[in-house]
């Protein structure tokens, strides 16, 4: 069943891919044949004109896209063509930065300028972009320079480029958006499960998951276009959104993988690292998003280098876990791969000097997917091995009272069912209690030994528990208690006294005498609220009575009556049986 399930996950996964993969090529395939990229770039201070720094030409680096966050201000120049489709907006990645200028330069010289604060830039429809518009731009520009202050990211330089207009809310666009949707659909399905689980499960790693999942529904969220539809926020809300929003999903899944691996199968170094891990991902997001110019230049660089050990510690983590047989681990080994490569090419691109900074955006949303099938698919299998185990334990408690209440030789309840149930008994109608004691049965295991002694007393209990009215109790040693319930309840119990000679005589041969047994019996009334160390004390001072009155009878009385009530006196022979009434009190001891 597992397996099947498995597949079938495995099957998901592979078409989400399919249709991520035309998410990825299709809406902008028609749109980046429109778009301009820069040809050359320069950088400055905050404080220069722009006019003079646009045409110092000898500033102007060409053909080298290594682009520096030195300085204060980076200026982007963009050649438009003869042939090109003008362009209306610029676009780039969402980063922190101070401000946008934008410049149109014509033919003769002349330039028209705007300029955005980092505030009122809005987003792209295209994920992970904002959008700025250009001044008028017609056929005599020939030129569009933009001036970007303190940008704090290589990709808001790398990817920046020309645009004719956003992409077309189109077929294509909705298609993508659809599909992006199915997605977060996918990822909130996980939370009614865990909120399920969580009822009869209360174990922290549904809680962790519940984070997980919904941190990664909030980055697909501000990372796409779905935001500025549902919502248009500022391009630089959602920037710290996103920085703080991927810390909390690193956490969370440090924390799930903490707590989701099943004791003594991780390494206590390892699971104490994940705790730390998760507290280190939280701080370095909320401070880069809190302070993204204090160390700008290299910054971004540094943020990425510093979740290079938390990569390593969790492969270090699943790869112990899997070494010591953990079956929790198995799912996280499957479902977090797309997510190590997103982070490893994060981590390969942003630190590596020469190398285009890449997100790995397609392989992050496919690495949602099979993050939150697998680790769901993990959880649920652990969901029903702890429950397996819970009940497994729950049984083995209950054998374990239920042995704790039984007699090991004779099979009878002992005195601890009694008086732990006694309430319940007398509740069903078992009102009559009854003391027997065998008679000189010291003498039986003197002359034939204690084995014999022993038959003796497992055939005695038979004889006691052959009535369905009757619950049958050893208190110890040759002493038994019997609960009856029903209209001839003394009858009852005297009828399983008489029984004994007969059953031992046929059950252990050889004796050479009856075993038989004497009986002290009380009733409590049906209002009466008696104790079972009461009712108990009474018979068993009936029983005693029965003793010096000869043996082999049973005196009764009922459990409230007064000293002048009548107590009947069965006097019980091994052929027969007669019964004798005699007043209580002295006359019957």
């Not at 778009?35 to 006019?51: A, H, K, P």
């Not at 919904?214 to 500025?228: D, E, F, K, N, Q």
């Not at 929003?245 to 799930?256: H, L, N, P, Y």
């Not at 059950?507 to 004497?518: C, E, F, H, K, Q």
Request: aromatic fraction near 8%; include cysteine.
């Amino acid at each position: 069943m597992f397996w099947n399930d498995l597949r079938k996950a495995l099957v998901t996964a592979v078409l989400s891919l399919v249709m991520l993969a035309s998410l990825g090529a299709g809406p902008l395939g028609a749109a980046e044949a429109m778009d301009i990229r820069s040809s050359c770039w320069t950088s400055g201070s905050l404080s220069e004109d722009l006019s003079t720094v646009v045409h110092s030409s000898g500033r102007w680096t060409c053909g080298d896209r290594s682009y520096s966050l030195e300085g204060e201000r980076t200026l982007l120049r963009f050649e438009v063509g003869p042939t090109d489709v003008l362009p209306q907006y610029f676009f780039s990645r969402r980063s922190a930065l101070a401000a946008v200028h934008l410049l149109a330069i014509d033919r003769d010289g002349a330039m028209h300028q705007t300029s955005l604060p980092a505030g009122e830039l809005p987003s792209a429809l295209r994920g992970g972009y904002f959008k700025a518009p250009l001044p008028d731009v017609t056929r005599d520009t020939v030129q569009v320079v933009v001036a970007i202050d303190l940008p704090s990211h290589q990709m808001t330089l790398e990817r920046a480029y020309l645009s004719p207009s956003d992409i077309a809310l189109g077929p294509d666009l909705m298609r993508s958006l659809i599909i992006l949707a199915i997605l977060a659909g996918m990822l909130s399905m996980p939370l009614i499960f865990n909120a399920a689980f969580y009822r009869i499960l209360r174990e922290p790693f549904v809680l962790w998951h519940s984070m997980l999942t919904i941190s990664l529904l909030l980055t697909i969220l501000v990372s796409s276009g779905l935001a500025a539809i549902l919502f248009d926020p500022p391009a630089m809300t959602l920037s710290w959104m996103t920085t703080v929003i991927f810390g909390f999903t690193v956490a969370s899944g440090a924390m799930f993988t903490h707590s989701f691996i099943e004791p003594g199968r991780l390494h206590p170094l390892l699971r104490r690292a994940l705790l730390w891990c998760a507290i280190w991902a939280m701080f370095l997001s909320t401070s880069h998003a809190a302070f993204p110019f204090v160390g700008r230049s290299f910054q971004s660089t540094a943020y990425t280098a510093a979740f290079a050990p938390v990569v390593v510690i969790f492969i270090l983590s699943v790869a112990d876990a899997l070494r010591r047989g953990s079956r929790a681990a198995r799912f996280q080994a499957v479902g977090y791969i797309p997510v190590i490569m997103v982070g490893l090419v994060r981590l390969v691109t942003g630190v590596v000097p020469g190398l285009e900074s890449n997100d790995a955006m397609l392989l992050f949303y496919v690495g949602c997917v099979c993050e939150v099938l697998f680790t769901t698919l993990g959880v649920a299998d652990r969901f029903m091995t702890i429950k397996r185990q819970r009940d497994s334990a729950r049984f083995e408690a209950d054998m374990l009272e239920r042995l704790s209440e039984r007699d090991a030789l004779t099979g009878l309840l002992n005195r601890r069912a009694i008086e732990q149930n006694f309430e319940r008994f007398r509740a069903e109608g078992y009102r009559t209690l009854a003391v027997l004691d065998l008679d000189h049965f010291k003498a039986i295991n003197d002359v034939h030994g204690h084995v014999v002694g022993d038959a003796v007393l497992k055939a005695v209990a038979e004889a006691l528990q052959a009535d369905p009215q009757v619950h049958a109790f050893r208190l110890g040693g040759e002493e038994f208690v019997l609960l009856v319930r029903g209209e001839d309840a003394q009858l009852h119990a005297e009828r399983r006294r008489q029984a004994i000679p007969a059953v031992v005589a046929n059950t252990v041969p050889g004796l050479g005498r009856p075993v038989t047994a004497s009986m002290g019996m009380t009733d409590a009334l049906p209002n009466a609220d008696m104790e079972f160390a009461k009712l108990y004390e009474q018979a068993d001072r009936l029983l005693y009575n029965a003793k010096l009155a000869g043996r082999n009878r049973t005196q009764t009385a009922l459990a409230q009556g007064s000293k002048d009530d009548a107590e009947p006196v069965f006097d019980a022979w091994p052929d027969r049986a007669t019964r004798v009434m005699v007043s209580s009190g002295g006359s019957a001891r």
